[in-house]
């Protein structure tokens, strides 16, 4: 096989396995309540070390936990992927999972208000939102 057909199949099954991932995400979330859901999609030129943000608001750190819980166990179930790094699970205002290019970030509603990541990369991501559930 020609080393350029090879490589845009690799680049193919790389695209195919972030779509779903995502919707794996995305699934997961909504299955367990989050609201708001936000997709920022990052064009590929600027360099940077992730595609896409996806951004939930949970009602409660509980919620916020479970939300987490949810998405890693669903992701480790469907795909047999783990994530790179999560982080705050402990506190459980803002907790952000790492899968290398799509980086999930759950926030309870006030934390979510005062960050504002929408605001803050607004110029620079395609914002798409992604639920129904949009309060």
Avoid at 59 to 75: I, P, R
Avoid at 107 to 128: G, H, S, V
Wanted: proline letters at 2%; one cysteine or more.
């Amino acid at each position: 096989m020609p080393k350029i057909a090879k490589k845009t199949i690799e680049k193919e099954h790389k695209k195919h396995k972030a779509l779903d991932l995502n919707q794996v995400i995305i699934e997961a979330l909504e299955e367990t309540k989050a609201e708001n859901i936000l997709g920022m999609d990052f064009p590929s030129n600027l360099g940077m070390l992730f595609d896409k943000f996806i951004v939930c608001s949970a009602t409660s750190n509980v919620h916020a936990g479970t939300l987490c819980e949810n998405v890693m166990k669903t992701v480790k179930e469907k795909l047999k992927i783990i994530p790179r790094h999560t982080e705050g699970e402990k506190n459980a205002e803002w907790i952000l999972i790492d899968y290398f290019h799509i980086i999930v970030h759950i926030f309870l509603r006030e934390k979510r208000e005062f960050y504002d990541l929408e605001n803050l990369w607004n110029d620079t991501a395609a914002m798409i939102r992604l639920s129904a559930t949009n309060k």
